[in-house]
């Protein structure tokens, strides 16, 4: 069976985007499903991001650039779908940019990370847009937010009731807050899985994996164990 696709895009930068991907990929990962992280953004964060891992304990999925490609992305895609369960394209911060629209087209799911505040609300209905018609060419595609980044207080309160006012383009009940254990992540080239004393964002990790998974009818597989580098800080 060729490999579920997860799209991860966004207008706006600084939402998460990276983040997302690179967390869930990992999550996948670590459960035992072969999954493939396909960078689309020039930056090459993900790319970066993964090779910050040492030799024994790496980034847990592949990582592949395939930026300098843009639409054309999607034969190379094709060509790793039969090898991989997963395949999580992480799209540049640009609507505008023809990556999203070829990206939507050949995924099961996208999800768009918002923070909470009104410049991301805002920023947000354009994506949300472009999924609305995607769906004309991809019928099957199925869309929803995700809060990143959100933190307690009335402002973010008040803006994620607004996200989930949208019943076309609902927001998940689960995401990632704004923890320490994410950029510790981005540091040691892992995911939060690697680092110890991250529970708080595992859990959350996982229960966003948990949401995707059953949205696209896949069996939840086994909880992925800790990495070699968590251990060992655990046992100094």
């Not at 930056?43 to 843009?70: C, E, F, H, K």
């Not at 768009?112 to 991809?138: C, G, H, Q, T, Y």
Request: hydrophobic share 40%; proline share 6%.
């Amino acid at each position: 069976m060729p490999a579920h696709i997860v799209t991860v895009f966004n207008q706006k930068g600084g939402c998460g985007k990276t983040m997302v991907s690179m967390q869930l990929s990992a999550s996948l990962a670590l459960r035992g499903l072969r999954t493939l992280l396909v960078d689309m953004d020039k930056q090459g964060t993900s790319t970066i991001w993964a090779g910050q891992g040492g030799i024994d304990n790496p980034y847990p999925a592949s990582v592949m650039s395939l930026a300098p490609l843009r639409e054309k992305m999607i034969s190379e895609v094709a060509k790793h779908a039969e090898n991989h369960d997963f395949i999580v394209i992480d799209c540049p911060p640009a609507i505008e940019s023809s990556i999203p629209w070829a990206a939507l087209n050949i995924s099961d799911i996208a999800l768009i990370p918002v923070i909470p505040l009104m410049d991301n609300v805002w920023a947000s209905r354009e994506a949300k847009e472009l999924a609305r018609r995607a769906l004309d060419e991809n019928p099957t595609l199925q869309t929803y937010c995700v809060p990143s980044m959100s933190r307690r207080g009335n402002v973010f309160k008040a803006c994620t009731e607004i996200l989930q006012d949208d019943t076309q383009i609902p927001l998940l009940d689960t995401g990632l807050q704004q923890r320490n254990a994410y950029g510790e992540s981005q540091m040691f080239g892992l995911s939060v899985h690697g680092v110890s004393g991250a529970s708080a964002a595992v859990k959350e990790v996982e229960a966003l994996t948990d949401v995707v998974l059953t949205k696209l009818g896949v069996a939840i597989s086994k909880k992925p164990a800790k990495s070699k580098i968590a251990k060992q800080k655990e046992a100094a």
